[in-house]
């Protein structure tokens, strides 16, 4: 099963044109390459935090189900007590993981 909730979701709505109502292996994997082609042209729809760090300062882009409740983002709150960059610059998938920051591989732009 796929760590993504918007996977299970696709494969739902896909499966409903179908004659099975059980969500198939077959209709997740349609779902994850719907998904993967829609997040490859549109970043913000990727899910996740991502972290771009700069010179001097840094960006949150924060996924939809948090944009909400940014002021209590654990990841604003711990970038806004970090006194220097925790990488290099550049665009990070981050997550706060028992009050760490962790990052995923730097994000190449294309």
Known sequence: MSTDPRVEAVARVIGAYG???KVSAEFM???????????AVDPLRRPGHVLEIRPTSYGIQHPPECR???????????MSEEEKAPA?????????IDAELVLGPRIEES
């Open 88 to 96: 290099l610059p550049g665009r990070y998938p981050a997550e706060v």
């Open 29 to 39: 994997g349609y779902a994850t390459e719907a998904l993967a082609a829609a997040d």
């Open 68 to 78: 909400p409740h940014l002021l209590d983002c654990p990841l604003e709150m711990l």
């Open 19 to 21: 004659t099975s109502e």
